[in-house]
């Protein structure tokens, strides 16, 4: 269980460090090409004046190279097309970055749509940040998840908690920062075998 006091995470230190662990595994495996991240944000932010800048600073915060992604972008064709193809579109992400209302201090609310797409990357084991006004981008894992049924004929809806005392130090961003930074490119030398070099398999 999460704990209920603000301090630098809600997450207990085994679940952070297995964090930890699961983000230092995706950065050995990354291999040249690009990064992309899905931006989660509602309709009414992503037509807001402001967005334009907001978006610049988002792509600030994340590591150079990563191509950042909104629902505009990535479905096109709107609602029908987001239905159909998000599971397929989901599977080749390499995080997420969420918007929620801010209810208070530090506590931000997800709509129905904004919690699935979370819990679908989470499942994938990508990192999902969640964009906090006071805080900058921070790992869902130090939030305290709290489910909202609004409706009982809605989906729930879903806040999230920002731990007062955490901050951009955090291992858990480090680590999920690092995840999310491009690999560079290959040598030309790594990429094919030297003319130089004597073919393993070649005749005396």
Same mark, same amino acid.
């Given at each position: 269980?999460?704990?209920?006091? /603000?301090? *630098?995470?809600?997450a207990p230190s085994?679940?952070?460090?297995?964090?930890?662990?699961?983000?230092?595994?995706?950065?050995?495996?990354?291999?040249?090409?690009?990064?992309?991240?899905?931006?989660?944000?509602?309709?009414?932010?992503?037509?807001?004046?402001?967005?334009p800048l907001t978006?610049?600073?988002?792509?600030?915060?994340?590591?150079?190279?990563?191509?950042?992604?909104?629902?505009? *972008?990535?479905?096109?064709?709107?609602?029908?097309?987001?239905?159909?193809?998000?599971?397929?579109?989901?599977?080749?992400?390499?995080?997420?970055?969420?918007?929620?209302?801010?209810?208070?201090?530090?506590?931000?609310?997800?709509? #129905?749509?904004?919690?699935?797409?979370?819990?679908?990357?989470?499942?994938?084991?990508?990192?999902?940040?969640?964009?906090?006004?006071?805080?900058?981008?921070?790992?869902?894992?130090?939030?305290?998840? *709290?489910?909202?049924?609004?409706?009982?004929?809605?989906?729930?809806?879903? *806040?999230?908690?920002? #731990?007062?005392?955490?901050?951009?130090?955090? /291992?858990?961003?480090?680590?999920?920062?690092?995840?999310?930074? #491009?690999?560079?490119?290959?040598?030309?030398?790594?990429?094919?075998?030297?003319?130089?070099?004597?073919?393993?398999?070649?005749? /005396?």
């Amino acid at each position: 269980m999460p704990s209920s006091t /603000p301090g *630098e995470s809600y997450a207990p230190s085994s679940r952070r460090n297995g964090y930890v662990r699961a983000m230092q595994a995706i950065t050995a495996r990354r291999r040249p090409g690009p990064v992309q991240v899905y931006v989660s944000a509602s309709a009414r932010r992503l037509f807001a004046s402001d967005w334009p800048l907001t978006l610049r600073k988002t792509s600030a915060a994340l590591p150079a190279g990563v191509m950042l992604d909104t629902f505009p *972008e990535a479905f096109p064709g709107g609602r029908y097309q987001y239905q159909h193809r998000w599971q397929g579109y989901a599977a080749d992400l390499d995080g997420l970055v969420v918007f929620g209302t801010r209810t208070a201090e530090h506590t931000y609310l997800l709509g #129905p749509g904004a919690r699935q797409e979370l819990r679908t990357v989470i499942g994938m084991g990508r990192p999902v940040l969640l964009h906090a006004d006071s805080h900058g981008l921070v790992p869902v894992v130090d939030c305290r998840p *709290e489910r909202h049924l609004t409706d009982p004929r809605a989906q729930p809806c879903l *806040e999230l908690t920002v #731990p007062a005392a955490w901050n951009t130090g955090a /291992p858990t961003l480090q680590a999920a920062l690092q995840a999310l930074t #491009p690999a560079p490119p290959l040598r030309s030398q790594d990429q094919w075998p030297s003319l130089h070099a004597p073919a393993s398999n070649a005749h /005396p």
